[in-house]
Structures are given as C-alpha cells and as structure tokens.
C-alpha cells in the first residue's frame, strides 16, 4: 500500500555518495510520534536503497494500516535523510506491519510483562502516582489536574494523565488533544499535547454521547487505561478521578495501591467539608494524602488590585487540618489559585493557563504547586539512583 513523498528540494551532487550507515544513522534519530522510541528500534525501518547520484529510497513500516500519523513519520523521515551529506532527493515509500511483527512490537514495548498488568503497580516503579480528587463538582478539579500535567511537563517531566471522570470527562479538551488512540494488537498509543499522554473514554465515543455504565464496566475501564496503554517511562501519572468517593476512587486503591490522594477544594465551609470527606478516604484505602489545593481562593480586583473573597476564604487550611487529624499524617496545602478569567478561557481552548501565561497569578501558582509534586518525582528516581533528594515535603 506504498506511498510515495518526495521530500525536500533537490541539490547539487556532491562529490560523495552517502553510506547506508550514514542514512541509517539519521533514521536512528527519528521517533515514532506516538511511541516516542526511534524508528530503526522499533523495526519499522523495512529497506534503505541509495542510488549512485545520492537518491535515496526509504521504505518504513506502519504499525496499523491508515496510521494518523503517517504524513508525520513521512516528513520527519525525509528531513532526517535529506540532511545527510551526499543526499540528493528522498523518497519514502510506507508498508504495513504484518501481524507477527505488530506482536513482536508489542511484547518488546511491554519490556517481557505480561499483558494486562499495571507497571505503576509493580514494585520498584519510579512514576509518581497522583490521584486528583475532590469531594464535589464545579471546584476545578479537571483544570487543576491539567495544567499540573502541563507545567510537570514543561519543566522537564515525562508526565501522563488518565481522564478517569468517566462520565464527566473533560481533560482532552483543556488539555488541547484532538487525536484519537491508535490500537496495535491490544495495545493502546494515547494521543499527547503540550508534553502530555492523555488517555479518556470521550475518545471512544461518538460525539458528545453520555457513557451509562454500571460499577462493573467502570473498573474495567480503568484498568484497560492504566495496562493496555503504552504509556512508556512516566516520571509523573496523574488520575483525574469523579468527585466524591464512589465506584473510580475504590477502584483506584485496588489497581494502583502506591497512588497518592490530592484533594482539591475551593474556600467555602460547604466545599471544604465534602473535600475532607472525600480526602478522609484514604484512612479506609491505606493510601497517603499528598496534600490539599485550593482553588478559586480569591480574586484580584481589575481596577485596585485588591483580592475579594469570593467564595470566601479558609477551606484550604480547614480540609488539609482536618485530614491531618482524621490520618495523623500532616497533610500541607501545597498552594492556593486565584480566580483567573484566564484559567477558564484556556481549559475552553485547550491551552493551560500554566503554560500559555506562566507568570499570571493563577500559572504562578499552579506551577508552584507542580514544582513541588514534580519535585517528588525526581526525588523518587533519585533514590533509585542513590541519590538523597534534597526537598522534601
């Protein structure tokens, strides 16, 4: 099913012609756009052909047939070989993956595990687990969870989030993801956007229909999210789950025991009593609070600067108190977010706040907070290394 696309203007014939090593080390610096490992590891590199005059031919295997990303691997391809030396003109030609190869693929890509088991489970792993919860609807809690993953990312951190709101999911839209999975064998590549893997059911779905499951179907979904996703080497996995304290959440203690409960909140007596509640599950699941995040703490007056509290002020302070109380664990806020028309018009346009105005009053202090959790991350892979992390919280 080759097609062919003549890539990059043609030049001058140097005096010599390029090597197949040469060619085959410039394919060795393209990535498959969804995996994000090289080509020629993957074994998607099927032939390299160089003529006399410096023309060279690439063939490359596709994972699927009618791959979204083919016209990306075509390009990325001919840039690559175009910039070696002695290379005239580059045509790539694309075949597809027979089902032995998509097998092999898929056992090399799950490092010898078996299918259907969690990594982030496993013992030893090195990805920091974040469960992002809050007690009721409408504090923020997708937007929170979606510029933390954004900010993580940007400064450095390999970082993936599971829209596990199953029926309120919302993140690919904040976070700016408009492709959809591709699925080789029973494996799933998730579509990524602003540094980020993002996994949802919406992608799944037509349209803008509404998901009716029962508890059963919840638990399966969640489990093909965080094992039949090839999510690679995360430092970070951040779980945007439903509010309150129902079907997902207990899920999420069964599948990923190790993950860490941050509780979302806005400053209302109302809010903050639901968002400890939801917290205080976590003495029930054995699992550890990182900390608590409130949201729509104040808003800066246009005209004079000053903060009005719209939704009050405190519940912070009074979720992460009482949940040190119920867990005797100390349970910090980890920062407070102020009300930022900004915030609200970047989850609509798929832009996070934290990212597209890192320095506004609501990016500065997302990026604050993620500073801290992105801090535990590396200070988990440092002590795999040995290495003693110097900020702790």
């Not at 995040?293 to 009482?322: K, L, Q, W, Y």
């Not at 202090?365 to 440092?382: E, M, Y």
Request: charged share 20%; hydrophobic share 40%.
């Amino acid at each position: 099913m080759a097609t062919s696309t003549p890539a990059g203007p043609a030049r001058e014939v140097p005096s010599g012609t390029p090597t197949d090593d040469a060619v085959r080390a410039a394919l060795a610096t393209v990535n498959d756009p969804e995996i994000h490992k090289p080509i020629t590891e993957l074994g998607m590199v099927k032939s390299v052909d160089i003529a006399a005059d410096g023309a060279v031919d690439v063939t490359v295997y596709l994972t699927v047939s009618g791959c979204p990303m083919r016209d990306e691997i075509t390009g990325r391809v001919s840039t690559a070989v175009g910039q070696v030396p002695g290379v005239t003109s580059v045509r790539v030609a694309l075949d597809v993956m027979s089902d032995e190869q998509r097998r092999e693929l898929t056992a090399s890509l799950r490092g010898g595990q078996a299918e259907r088991e969690i990594p982030f489970a496993k013992p030893g792993s090195l990805t920091r687990v974040y469960a992002v919860a809050s007690g009721k609807g409408g504090v923020g809690k997708s937007s929170v969870t979606v510029n933390l993953a954004a900010a993580m990312a940007a400064d450095g951190l390999k970082v993936g989030v599971v829209d596990a709101d199953i029926y309120g999911h919302s993140v690919p839209r904040m976070l700016g993801v408009d492709g959809r999975p591709t699925q080789v064998e029973n494996m799933i590549m998730p579509p990524a956007a602003n540094g980020v893997k993002v996994i949802s059911i919406g992608m799944f779905t037509p349209g803008n229909a509404p998901v009716v499951w029962r508890g059963p179907m919840l638990h399966r979904a969640l489990q093909q999210f965080l094992a039949d996703v090839y999510w690679g080497d995360l430092d970070v996995l951040l779980l945007d789950l439903p509010p309150g304290t129902g079907d997902i959440a207990i899920s999420v203690a069964q599948l990923v025991p190790n993950a860490e409960i941050l509780v979302v909140t806005t400053p209302q007596q109302a809010a903050a009593e639901v968002a400890e509640r939801a917290g205080s599950i976590a003495v029930q699941t054995h699992q550890k609070i990182v900390g608590v995040v409130e949201n729509m703490s104040g808003m800066p007056c246009p005209h004079c600067d000053e903060i009005v509290d719209v939704f009050g002020t405190g519940g912070g302070d009074r979720v992460a108190e009482g949940l040190t109380r119920t867990t005797g664990a100390t349970v910090p806020v980890l920062g407070r977010i102020p009300i930022d028309v900004r915030l609200r018009e970047g989850g609509d346009d798929g832009r996070p706040v934290a990212v597209s105005h890192p320095d506004s009053p609501a990016g500065a202090a997302l990026r604050t907070i993620a500073g801290k959790l992105g801090g535990r991350a590396r200070g988990l892979a440092g002590m795999s290394l040995g290495i003693t992390p110097r900020n702790k919280f």
